[in-house]
Nanobody
Framework: QVQLVESGGGLAQAGGSLRLSCAAS????????MGWFRQAPGKEREFVAG????????YYADFVKGRFTISRDNAKNTMYLQMNSLKLEDTAVYYC????????????WGQGTQVTVSS
């Protein structure tokens, strides 16, 4: 069983920062990439950022470029999302996920962590 546990969510003011963590544990599993997604109330889940696990190549949705930074610590089996210059519209439940292969979908998901940005 693969487990992904997000932490670091909470309440922040607009313009502030939060850092999310995603710790992976459980049986050994293939990990081509990991990513962050979010879902705001009444909206579809959307991709936020991703990172290739071996190379460290990162990619972002346009709406977070220049504000969010994704990173990983291989030794700790943990992925991070540093969120700066937060906006009200960043309010959502944030999920981390694993993409096991380059041709597959994201197939393991965490339970999510709430991020609320206030004015």
């Amino acid at each position: 069983q693969v487990q992904l546990v997000e932490s670091g969510g909470g309440l922040a003011q607009a313009g502030g920062s939060l850092r999310l963590s995603c710790a992976a544990s459980g049986r050994t599993f293939s990990r081509y990439a990991m990513g962050w997604f979010r879902q705001a109330p009444g909206k579809e889940r959307e991709f936020v950022a991703g990172i290739r696990w071996k190379s460290g190549l990162t990619y972002y949705a346009d709406f977070v470029k220049g504000r969010f930074t994704i990173s990983r610590d291989n030794a700790k089996n943990t992925m991070y999302l540093q969120m700066n210059s937060l906006k009200l519209e960043d309010t959502a439940v944030y999920y981390c996920a694993v993409q096991s292969s380059s041709v597959g979908e994201y197939d393991y998901w965490g339970q999510g962590t709430q991020v609320t940005v206030s004015s």
